[in-house]
């Protein structure tokens, strides 16, 4: 077989896979815009009190047992953001949005926007929710210098230089 040959079948090969990847790309697409259409239908705003929220296993998170069994076997592994609230009379385990995880807050009463058992939306009860802190630099991190930085040390540098050679 010449090079040629090779190369074609290897070409045939990559326009066939990115040819299976746009069509379960787009499949992905239109469930993932039909489920949010759902959300939106049922979704309510209730009060709740947070009591407790976490990084969890599905299986370790108090979930129903229902909801545990209709996950994907691969999801089962990850860590979801869990929030138990008091909801009413009633302590509920809720799925919280990855985006909103760190703006609720814990021991405080919230108003929430809820779809089942999923929190799309949190806003304060009694004025705005505070933004969660920055997070701290790894060890690297620190090391690593900014152009921003760079560019702003660069002037006051030299402005010392000239005055300590006079």
Not at 48 to 66: C, E, F, H, N, R
Not at 92 to 107: E, Q, R, Y
Request: proline share 5%.
């Amino acid at each position: 077989m010449s090079v040629f040959n090779i190369l074609l079948i290897i070409l045939l090969v990559l326009v066939v896979i990115l040819g299976v990847l746009y069509f379960f790309g787009r499949k992905a697409q239109k469930k993932q815009a039909a489920q949010q259409e759902q959300m939106e239908a049922m979704k309510q705003t209730v009060s709740m009190l947070v009591i407790d929220k976490k990084m969890m296993k599905i299986k370790d998170s108090g979930l129903p047992q229902m909801v545990i069994d209709q996950t994907p076997k691969l999801m089962r592994r990850t860590k979801l953001p869990i929030v138990k609230a008091k909801v009413g009379p009633r302590v509920m385990t809720l799925v919280a949005d990855a985006k909103i995880f760190d703006l609720i807050p814990v021991k405080k009463e919230v108003k929430a926007t809820v779809s089942g058992i999923y929190i799309t939306e949190v806003r304060g009860v009694r004025g705005p929710l505070e933004a969660p802190a920055p997070k701290k630099k790894g060890f690297f991190a620190r090391f690593k210098k900014d152009k921003k930085e760079d560019k702003a040390a660069a002037p006051a540098k030299s402005g010392k230089a000239a005055k300590s050679k006079k």
